[in-house]
């Protein structure tokens, strides 16, 4: 697993990269929040109250492989306690970031 710090808005949060074979499982982590790649289950965190969406990859790349990947991305899906804090489909993973 890689471990690297994101600079926010205001804030620090924590990037991790964990190699599955062929692909990366990839979530940036603030103190109220997620933000992860499209193989997160928001929805299953919704029922825990907490904080989450999930990106895909911008300008057409494939797949999200690093934090930048999701930095990049724009969300595609966002729980309701994600929609209350001003997460919406479309913005990129870092503005998502920057509300939670």
């Avoid at 965190?45 to 930048?68: C, D, M, N, Q, W």
């Avoid at 479309?90 to 920057?98: F, I, V």
């Amino acid at each position: 697993m890689q471990h690297e710090t994101v600079r926010l808005t205001g804030k620090d949060a924590d990037g991790y990269v964990i190699p599955l074979g062929p692909a990366n499982l990839v979530a940036v982590v603030t103190d109220t929040g997620m933000v992860g790649c499209g193989a997160f289950d928001v929805d299953a965190l919704e029922k825990f109250g907490y904080p989450a969406a999930r990106v895909k990859p911008a300008g057409g790349a494939s797949s999200i492989a690093t934090v930048e990947d999701l930095l990049r991305g724009e969300i595609k899906g966002a729980n309701r306690y994600a929609q209350e804090r001003g997460v919406a489909a479309g913005m990129t993973g870092r503005e998502a970031l920057d509300r939670l």
